[in-house]
């Protein structure tokens, strides 16, 4: 069953470092997503990314976070001069189609600041 | 008033319990409503897409009522490997899949 593989599964770093999350995307999905989720909080929403453009964004998504589709099978969020407050679970997903197509999450990266 | 809002729960129940919960949504114009489930740190995972009509997979059944902004699952015959956090989740009027989640409700299914 095709799936949504992210990289690295944990990953530490130190407070005010930048840090790159990886995400493969299911390869005939058009649709990519980030999400974040706090320990012991809901999952919340980022960024929707289309045809090489983001279509919506959050208000967690400031200028600190940005995404790229380097090449036609990754898709990765970048986050500049990390707080300790960034350290959260970070999933990738993607859907085949926008509004209400089934979104697949990846395992997730854990991402803690230090 | 928070988006998509649930009772956190905990519901212990015992095996072969029926179990419920509810959720309801503050945005009237919200399109599409699903019912996720996550186990502890892992990704979350489509359980099932709730309608109108209400739709039943199994033990589950999903019920939208949407002039009273409200959704509900019901668990059938609980099993052990219920056990795990179920998900309310929204999309909101653009088309981008843009998913709302609610904080979960978290069950325990006890032998």
């Known amino acids: 069953e095709p799936e949504v593989t992210q990289t690295p599964s944990h990953q530490v770093t130190q407070m005010g470092q930048e840090v790159i999350l990886r995400c493969v995307p299911i390869?005939?999905?058009?649709?990519f997503y980030w999400y974040r989720q706090i320990l012991g909080q809901k999952v919340e929403f980022l960024v929707s990314?289309?045809?090489?453009?983001?279509s919506e964004k959050s208000e967690i998504f400031d200028d600190q976070f940005s995404v790229e589709r380097p090449d036609g099978s990754n898709f990765t969020l970048k986050i500049r001069s990390t707080k300790l407050e960034d350290s959260a679970m970070y999933f990738c997903?993607?859907?085949w189609g926008g509004g209400s197509t089934e979104a697949f999450f990846g395992q997730g990266t854990r991402l803690t600041v230090v | 008033r928070k988006e998509v809002e649930q009772d956190p729960g905990p519901f212990n129940v015992p095996e072969g319990a029926t179990v419920a919960f509810n959720c309801t949504y503050s945005?009237?114009?919200?399109?599409?409503f699903f019912w996720y489930r996550q186990d502890c740190r892992k990704e979350p995972k489509l359980l099932m897409s709730?309608?109108?009509s209400g739709n039943e997979d199994g033990r589950f059944t999903a019920q939208l009522n949407r002039a009273s902004q409200y959704i509900s699952l019901l668990i059938r015959d609980s099993k052990l490997s219920d056990s795990a956090t179920y998900l309310c989740?929204?999309?909101?009027?653009?088309?981008?899949?843009?998913?709302?989640f609610g904080q979960g409700t978290t069950l325990q299914v006890k032998p």
């Open positions: 990314f289309y045809n090489n453009e983001i």
């Open positions: 390869s005939n999905h058009l649709y």
């Open positions: 709730v309608y109108s």
């Open positions: 945005n009237s114009a919200s399109q599409s």
């Open positions: 997903a993607s859907s």
């Open positions: 989740v929204v999309t909101p009027s653009s088309n981008t899949g843009k998913l709302i």
